[in-house]
């Protein structure tokens, strides 16, 4: 059973394809045996000679030619605000002035500074009068009564010197013997028994606070120092007198400073020693030997001696470094008066001249130095424009850098991108035409004034900015408006020109339908072209003006009613070389 009705699906199908191949195929024999023929027109148009422009367009928006900040190069207060947002200005006016007190007193003092050195610059180059050269002579010899003064002190602090040391040395013995008995001895007082009194003060107290031990120690240590240097300074005194050497009378002077220096502090010391021991022993209620300050009331009397030769001596130090500086500084002076005294009898030389006219150079640079410090505190355009917008007002603070205002030039440009294709047919000085979204029936001409060299990508696409200058200005026209514009890259005057609808083309020749006489079917004619733009193009040879040339091919199908129509391009307004066309009609049979 399944079988059967498989039979008779195939079967139907079969049929099926069989009619419709009958029914499309009496379809177009009707229609080759009793259709109609085709009908064929052509749109004519006649060559002319125009005007034939190229150009590329672009889309931008409008800036200004120039843009700028103006910035203050000072910091202080604003106390004067020239010029308000919308308003013109020129080149030089005054937006803004901050507060120039300091500035202004800088340039008085720099202006006085220059009449000095002009002053100095004109007595220079007079000849000396009587006064000035007695002057002079005075201020020589006031330097070398100096110098002779200096002298004697010099000779006076010696002199004094030696007293001192003389004097010290009356004491510097009897402090040396006590400091020995004091520490070196056997005082009954302190116990006696052989033992030295600074090993009684250090071992009555050490099991209380050892710290003694090192008062013991620092105590023998600095009598053993300043006993090796007394010992040497007492057998240089012995060795001189008032008559030796100045330089061996002032190491002497110095070297007996340091033996009473070192002196002083073995007294402090042993005061030290004595002082710890008797605080200890009060610490712990116990009383100390009367001894011991028998020894404290000795060594105070020490510590005065000492600090009071101690100062004698430094004193006289200081004395002779005094004087020996006032000798080198005295000097000085004589050989600088000395020579200053000669030039002034001699007159000023070249060098003394070239040396103040430079002096006179740098003191101008410095007032004009000034005065441009100065001239920084007025704010001013740097071009004629526009005040675009004003950042201060009266009592604000400015800083050095901070935008006071901004500045625009009422000149317009137009900025638009290009991509690489399109740059390389624009240079700078090519004529442009400028439409604005904004402004209706504003058209605005136009020339290319700059083109990056540099271009920018965007998503592998390569741009290129060109500016394009206004021809002309208007009041209407603001930044950042947006454009259109068309940039001429070739025109040819007088040329002939065809639609770009009427050219055809074979391999790589280029071919018109062209009428001769009262032909009804045009005929091919090769020809040559030049440029063309997106309608039009331009004829070198090949055709004439006046030639009849085939713009339009329109075929219709009179039964039924189909047309079918050959043409491209359109014709752009104010070009000649377009116009009507004619119709021509003629049979093409199937």
């Not at 001189?240 to 402090?268: C, G, H, P, Q, W």
């Not at 625009?408 to 400028?434: F, H, M, P, Y």
Request: net charge negative; aromatic share 6%.
């Amino acid at each position: 059973m399944n079988h059967f009705i498989k039979k008779i699906l195939e079967r139907k199908l079969l049929s099926a394809i069989i009619i419709c191949a009958i029914i499309v195929g009496g379809y177009y024999i009707y229609g080759y045996y009793f259709g109609k023929k085709s009908d064929v027109r052509y749109v004519s148009s006649s060559v002319k000679r125009g005007t034939l422009i190229v150009s590329i367009s672009g889309s931008g928006q409008t800036t200004a030619l120039n843009q700028a900040d103006i910035k203050s190069k000072v910091s202080g207060d604003i106390i004067y605000v020239g010029a308000k947002s919308g308003q013109d200005v020129f080149h030089g006016n005054i937006v803004a002035q901050i507060d120039s007190i300091e500035a202004q007193k800088s340039v008085r003092d720099a202006e006085s500074s220059l009449d000095s050195a002009k002053l100095s610059f004109e007595k220079l180059k007079k000849p000396a009068d009587a006064l000035s050269i007695l002057q002079a002579e005075n201020s020589l010899s006031q330097a070398k009564e100096a110098k002779k003064k200096a002298e004697d002190d010099l000779v006076k602090s010696y002199d004094d010197g030696f007293n001192n040391v003389s004097n010290a040395f009356l004491d510097l013995p009897t402090v040396m013997t006590g400091l020995h008995e004091m520490l070196f001895s056997s005082d009954t007082g302190l116990g006696g028994g052989g033992q030295w009194n600074i090993d009684y003060y250090a071992g009555s107290v050490k099991t209380y606070d050892e710290r003694v031990l090192q008062y013991k120690e620092d105590a023998s240590n600095s009598y053993k120092k300043v006993r090796d240097a007394y010992d040497k300074n007492i057998s240089d005194y012995k060795s001189l007198n008032r008559f030796s050497k100045i330089a061996d009378i002032e190491n002497l002077i110095d070297e007996t400073y340091n033996t009473t220096k070192l002196m002083a502090e073995s007294v402090k010391n042993a005061n030290n020693l004595i002082q710890f021991y008797k605080d200890k022993l009060a610490e712990h209620n116990l009383k100390p030997q009367a001894f011991a300050d028998t020894h404290l009331l000795s060594l105070n009397s020490y510590t005065g001696k000492t600090n009071a030769h101690l100062g004698n001596l430094l004193s006289i130090l200081n004395n002779i470094k005094d004087s020996r500086d006032a000798i080198l500084n005295s000097e000085r002076t004589i050989a600088e008066k000395t020579e200053s005294f000669a030039k002034l009898k001699a007159g000023a030389d070249e060098l003394d001249i070239k040396s103040q006219e430079l002096t006179v150079k740098q003191r101008e640079n410095a007032l004009l130095d000034a005065k441009e410090r100065l001239s920084d505190y007025y704010i001013r355009a740097p071009f004629d424009g526009v005040i675009a917008k004003i950042n201060v007002k009266l009592g604000d603070s400015a800083s050095n850098g901070s935008v006071l205002a901004t500045i625009i030039t009422k000149q317009r440009l137009v900025e638009i991108s290009l991509n690489e294709v399109d740059i390389a047919k624009i240079k700078v000085g090519q004529k442009a035409n400028i439409a604005f979204d904004a402004i209706d029936g504003l058209s605005i001409a136009g020339e290319v004034s700059e083109i990056d060299s540099i271009g920018a990508v965007t998503q592998g696409v390569v741009n290129y900015t060109v500016k394009i200058i206004f021809n002309n200005q208007d009041d209407r026209v603001k930044p950042g408006m947006s454009v259109s514009v068309s940039i001429i890259t070739d025109i040819r005057q007088d040329a002939l020109v065809i639609p770009n609808s009427a050219i055809k083309q074979q391999r790589d020749t280029s071919y018109v339908e062209i009428y001769v006489g009262d032909t009804e079917e045009p005929l091919r004619q090769n020809v040559q072209t030049g440029i063309s733009n997106d309608t039009m193009t331009e004829i070198i040879s090949g055709i004439k003006e006046g030639d009849k040339i085939v713009t339009q091919t329109v075929v219709s199908s009179l039964q039924h009613g189909t047309q079918t129509s050959q043409s491209a391009g359109l014709l752009i307004p104010n070009i000649t070389g377009g116009g009507g066309g004619n119709f021509r009609t003629g049979g093409v049979g199937h």
